[in-house]
């Protein structure tokens, strides 16, 4: 695996089983000219596999959806003026045709009501300052760009960039005219989902109630919005978070999934399936005794699309007969279609391990359900879930000629033993061709915390094998996929049971044969460059190691994240007032042990990073200058995101990890 690799992969993803269950719609993904992604739609013929790509142009197109008759396909697209707009492809031939006329702003989810006549939509208008003709008024009068003048506390999003008082709402727009309207059911954070209702009069949206989210616990509700009259909210006994509401097609249940436990809004708890009387009551968790997750993925650098901090797609897909829930449960690395059954509960695994399949949705009858297909040596391709049967199928192998050009190493896997009786699900990939007798090794730590490595390919992983490299990765607790009590196990006490995790693996690493115990690095991003701060400031073992878009200083970062930390929250204390108020957060962050530190590092950081602000890694390089210890700092600008390595410009991308591989050359 070389480094231009990366740009010749084609990543697909969000597939959508057609109604008659003939074609899955799915987008694909690929590096375009001036290194930018194009994602345009594409149609697979489930008979033959035959692939055909129905948009095109610069503009792109996502969020493609089925028309319930199956007769035209609604997408999103900025092909005209560079505004998204939602179209109208028909299945009987011709060009798309443009449905809405929104003002500037952002198109999010998109979902067709099920007698066919209209769309609901999610909506944000851009700032009125902040739109293109006033960009270019502003040009042509030599007026500067003007301040935002901000009131609430969430004003801008890691990926998205800065929006100040703006919010997504609900929208529904007519088919037959594309006129659109505004309806109630948005919150104050603009994160509400819904759906519909069986007989199209209305919808279910899940929101927070709270004035003032992001600094109170979650208390999430459901509400029915009707297509007329008032919004009105749902009965339900439980608070904490709620998401993805998915009606029975009996009319009688919602399903969603969420966490009755308001005190952890970082998913230290898993998040299970609940259901609720479509006229309100008791809210009945259908997976309490079950120890899976149900919205987690695995973390991965050749995804089709970066899902922050791990976090999963939250399917509730209910069967035709309202017996049946399926849904995706992320478990040891691996990602797996399950089944729940409604009236008992119970979550049964429909599909092997060692894998990541990821369902979307079914058909009008349920017989299939359109999903996608990975490996930790194949990029993920759509795929094919029969529920009857249980069978799996991939359909497409749109990166088979990629596969025929590259050496994809399957690596090997481990169980090693840490402190109180844990055993740290572990990987070590090693080249075939590296046939050094003592061999430097890379420990990769992954980010979240509370997320999954696993059975994804990982190009970054690949690519240092290739150069020489033993690659070892695992997930010590806090990881997701390994029960509750596993992933809590570090809530509000950071560097301690996932520290002894990290080092029983180093020590395992160690006693390796063909490798060499004085040359082991570690690196890792988010929370990963946490634990690698945290590492070289209380052990020299390490001989050199890699911080990226790392946090370092909890008092700082509580407050210039775009989530910052609650007073009293999953740390305890808060960042302002008397040292027995910060001590806490203080001793969290590895700036108190930083003195300690001897280890070579380079830093890397996006500056326009807003989950973990660049100042982070700028106090690290001043700390390390400040020690005279061996240090590299790589900024990467204003316009890449905390998603740089999975989401980032391809040159950029490249960059990154030619600074890597050049650093570990150097130093390990």
Known sequence: MRLEDLEQMTFLGDP??????????FAKKTCGEKNKYITNLCLAEVASGTVRQVTQGEGGAGLGRWSPDGRSIAFVSGREKKQAQVFLLSMEGGDARQLTAFP??????????????????????THPERT???????????????????????????????????????????????????????DKLGFFSFCWLPDSSGLVSARSVNREPLLQKPNDQLFLVPLQGKTSKIACNTKGTKGSPSVSPDG????????????????????????????????????????????????????????????????????????TVTVNVGHHGAVHIAHVDAARGGVRLATKP??????????????????????????????????????????????????????????????????????VHTWKLRHPRNKARKSPV?????????????????????????????????????????????????RGNWGEKDWQDVQA???????????????????????GGYMTNWAVSHTTEYKSAITDRCVFNWLSAAGNSDFPLNKDGYFGGQAWGPHEETRTLWEQGPVAHFHKVKT???????????????????????????????????????????????????????HRLGEIVRWWKATL
């Open 505 to 527: 693996v180093t020590a395992w690493i160690k006693k390796l044969d063909g490798i060499d115990p004085k040359r082991i690095g570690v690196m890792g991003g988010s929370y």
């Open 252 to 323: 009688k249940w919602i399903a969603y999934t969420g966490s009755d436990v308001p005190e952890d809004p970082w998913g230290v708890h898993n998040s299970r399936l609940w259901i609720l009387p479509i006229g309100g009551g008791a809210a009945r968790c259908l997976t309490s005794e079950a120890d899976y997750c149900l919205d987690v993925l695995s973390l991965s650098d050749t995804s089709f699309g970066f899902v922050a901090d791990g976090g999963g797609s939250g399917l509730v897909l209910w069967s035709r007969d309202s017996k």
């Open 104 to 125: 500037e702003g952002s198109l999010g989810a998109l979902v067709w009501s099920p007698d066919g006549k209209h769309i609901a939509v999610s909506f944000r208008e």
């Open 132 to 186: 293109q003709s006033a960009a270019k008024a502003r040009e042509e009068s030599g007026a500067s760009e003007p301040p935002w003048v901000i009131e609430d506390l969430f004003y801008r999003m890691d990926g998205d960039g800065y929006f100040g008082p703006q919010r997504y709402g609900l929208f529904v727009v007519e088919v037959e005219t594309g006129k659109h309207r505004p309806l109630e059911g948005a």
């Open 16 to 25: 959508q089983m057609s109604p008659d269950g003939k074609q899955v719609l």
């Open 600 to 654: 070579p590092m380079l830093i890397i950081h996006s500056e326009g990073d807003l989950r973990c602000n660049v100042e982070q890694s700028e106090q690290v390089f001043y700390v390390l200058k400040c020690l005279g210890v061996q240090a590299r700092f790589v900024r990467y600008p204003a316009s890449t995101s905390h998603g740089l390595s999975r989401n980032g410009p391809m040159d950029l991308r490249r």
């Open 442 to 490: 890379v420990l990769e730590v992954h980010g979240g915390p509370h997320a999954q490595y696993g059975w994804a390919l990982f190009h970054e992983f690949q690519l240092l094998a290739a150069e020489g490299y033993v690659v070892v990765y695992s997930n010590p607790r806090g990881s997701k996929g390994y029960g509750e009590a596993f992933c809590s196990a570090i």
């Open 354 to 423: 060692r894998q990541v399949a990821v369902a979307s949705n079914a058909s009008s009858d349920g017989s299939k359900v359109a999903c996608t297909i990975g490996t930790v040596t194949r990029l993920a391709e759509i795929g094919i879930y029969e529920p009857k049967s249980g069978k799996l199928r991939q359909l497409t192998d749109v990166n088979k000629k990629f596969h025929q050009t590259v050496e994809i190493v399957p690596p090997t896997e481990h169980w090693v033993e840490s402190t109180d009786g844990v055993k």
